[in-house]
């Protein structure tokens, strides 16, 4: 028995214990798979259990349809006001342009993001107007709105709320509105909701985990 | 003769003017502090002031209108949760109490400036006037500003 034969010997073994330990693993990950842990101290409320959205038929800025199969694709970011809203909606658009901008997200938003602002207001709330009105936030943020039985099929199960105030003597109206942010995985599947207040950094942080958490579990 | 009496008059009724003005002046009944106007879409038809009312004298200030030039009309409107809803009321007056300090920030009290005359962006001047129960007139001026 030479010396070489002994040392190849032993090689022999370690690339056997190698490949016995990588394909253990890949066999534990793969067959035996286990779902990924629940991610913890979101401020986020994760849904124990996805919901999927059925049917809803609104337009876009654009006055292109947008429906179920227009969330699909992407994460979507939902958030329901009106454009004479002076202060929630302003500050929960500002928030979404800063979560889009924010570094961690980069690689994200041109590709697998999508922000959504649904006016429930479609009488005052234009394509036109909310174009311009989502547009000064970041181009690529999408006004919706649509006939109202339209928005009450996408807001009901959602669990948003609105409702409108009697107008002034001006004619003018307040809408009351729900101030969650809504997140929707690219399945059309609701997953969290982000309520008030409403931090760039923890929406950014939640969403990140969130993410993580369902596609390692799909 | 007459010339010189009607000079003399408006004189003194200007130097009048000029001191009570002055009194006016150094000892406003409210201090207004870190006022904050966001920019606003273009088209927004609404904008909000955020800002620090400080009651400087010894009794109560009641706030019953407040004016702008740059728009038609300014309320002061409260936010709150109703029914698990964003709701805003509009206050008919503000009062604060003697050497109270209220704060008009998100999500609670602002005063909202509705209508703008044409669109305001950063660096805009808008000019608020505070009238007061007593007759008192507060004007402040202050830049749109982006926030973040």
């Not at chain 1, 929960?92 to 980069?106: D, G, I, R, T």
């Not at chain 1, 394509?127 to 996408?154: C, R």
């Not at chain 1, 669990?159 to 995985?185: A, C, K, R, T, W």
Request: aromatic residues 8%; charged residues 20%.
């Amino acid at each position: 028995m030479s010396e070489t034969n002994q040392k190849s010997n032993s090689l022999l073994i370690i690339v056997v214990a190698a490949i016995s330990i990588g394909v253990g693993i890949w066999v534990s990950q793969t067959v035996f798979k286990t779902p990924a842990a629940v991610p913890k101290n979101l401020e986020a409320t994760l849904l124990d259990k996805s919901k999927p959205l059925t049917a809803f038929n609104l337009i876009d800025h654009n006055n292109d349809t947008f429906n179920l199969e227009s969330l699909k694709g992407k994460w979507s970011f939902l958030f329901f006001g009106f454009t004479h809203c002076p202060d929630v909606c302003p500050l929960a658009l500002k928030v979404m342009q800063n979560v889009w901008k924010s570094p961690e997200l980069k690689s994200l938003t041109e590709t697998n993001l999508k922000m959504i602002f649904v006016s429930v207001d479609p009488d005052r709330d234009k394509p036109k107007l909310l174009k311009s009105y989502v547009q000064y936030y970041n181009p690529k943020f999408i006004g919706v709105t649509g006939k109202s039985n339209e928005i009450d099929k996408l807001t009901n199960q959602i669990g948003i709320l609105y409702g409108f105030d009697e107008p002034d003597e001006n004619g003018d109206y307040n809408v009351m509105h729900s101030g969650q942010i809504i997140l929707i995985d690219p399945k059309g599947n609701m997953r969290a909701v982000f309520s008030p207040p409403l931090s760039p950094k923890s929406i950014t942080r939640d969403f990140i985990a969130i993410q993580k958490f369902v596609e390692d579990n799909s | 003769m007459n010339k010189i009496l009607i000079s003399l008059f408006i004189f003194i009724a200007s130097v009048n003017t000029a001191f009570a003005e002055t009194a006016n002046k150094t000892q406003p009944s409210l201090i207004f502090k870190n006022i904050v106007i966001p920019e606003a879409p273009p088209v927004a038809s609404v904008m909000v002031a955020y800002l620090n009312i400080t009651n400087n004298s010894n009794t109560k200030q009641t706030i019953t209108k407040i004016t702008s030039p740059q728009f038609k009309r300014v309320e002061i409107h409260e936010m709150s949760m109703s029914n698990g809803m964003m709701n805003m009321k509009k206050m008919k007056t503000l009062t604060i109490k003697a050497k109270q300090k209220i704060s008009l920030e998100p999500g609670g009290l602002h005063v909202m400036l509705i209508k703008p005359i044409k669109p305001l962006i950063k660096g805009n001047t808008v000019e608020l006037t505070f009238m007061l129960s007593s007759g008192e007139l507060n004007t402040i001026n202050t830049q749109v500003q982006i926030v973040d």
